[in-house]
Nanobody, 125 residues
Framework: QVQLVESGGGLVQAGGSLRLSCAAPERTFSSYTMGWFRQAPGKDREFVAAISWGGGSTYYADSVRGRFTISRDDAKNAVTVYLHMNSLKPEDTAVYYC????????????????WGQGTQVTVSS
């Protein structure tokens, strides 16, 4: 099973910024919708953002729209997906996961077949 690898998490003060990266090690993923999800302690995993193959369409959860930006770089042999997070709030604290699915992009969570291990983001007040 191909594993996606997230990086870029850390501790940041409220109002600060972070950029998360997700490495998808095969060119195949250039045909996949890529998504970011997060899970805070004691809460269910929730959708954050998704980007279509080719990058033409992006979708965001209401809670992050206007603050977070998803983008992708489809290189020759791999795909990298980014989540630029600005104006961070303590409620953004969570483990952030990258995922991929061979379905059109939208705000849904279903159908993601490939997942990373997650990266911790902690926002202090």
């Amino acid at each position: 099973q191909v594993q996606l690898v997230e990086s870029g998490g850390g501790l940041v003060q409220a109002g600060g910024s972070l950029r998360l990266s997700c490495a998808a090690p095969e060119r195949t993923f250039s045909s996949y919708t890529m998504g970011w999800f997060r899970q805070a302690p004691g809460k269910d995993r929730e959708f954050v953002a998704a980007i279509s193959w080719g990058g033409g369409s992006t979708y965001y959860a209401d809670s992050v729209r206007g603050r977070f930006t998803i983008s992708r770089d489809d290189a020759k042999n791999a795909v990298t997906v980014y989540l630029h997070m600005n104006s961070l709030k303590p409620e953004d604290t969570a483990v952030y996961y990258c995922a991929a699915r061979y379905l059109p992009a939208n705000v849904g969570m279903a159908g993601y077949d490939y997942w990373g291990q997650g990266t911790q983001v902690t926002v202090s007040s």
